[in-house]
C-alpha cells in the first residue's frame, strides 16, 4: 500500500511537471506568434480559428508520442504481469481512455494560453513595430 501511494503522487508530481512545461511552451509560443496571430484576425479569422491553429501545434507531438508509446506500455507491461502467479491481461480500452486523458490535460493546459493570444487586440500587437 505504501508503494502504491508512492507511485500515486510521483505520478500526480510528473504530470504537473509536464503540465508547467507544456504551459510555458504555449506561452513562449503564443508570445512569438502574436504578430501572426494579429494579422489572422484582422484578415478575418475568428477566435476559434486561432485556437485551433495555436492548439494543433500542441497536440500533435502529443499524439505523436501517443502512437510510440502505447505499444511499448503494452509490451513492458505484459511482460511484467507475467511474472506474477495470478496472470491478468491488459484491456485495449484502458490505453485508450489513457490516451484520451493525455490530450485532455493537454488541451486544458494549452488552451488559456491560445485564448489569451486569440483575445488579444490586433492594433496593439501591431503597434510596437
Known sequence: MRTENLFMIFSFLAIAI??????GLSAYAAEQRNKEMSIRKILGATIGNLMTTLSLDFIKPVFIAIVITMPLAWLVMEEWLQTFAYRESI???TFIVAGLLTVIIAIATISFQCAKAALVNPAESLRTE
Open 91 to 93: 484491456s485495449g480500452w
Open 18 to 23: 509536464a503540465c508547467l512545461g507544456l504551459f
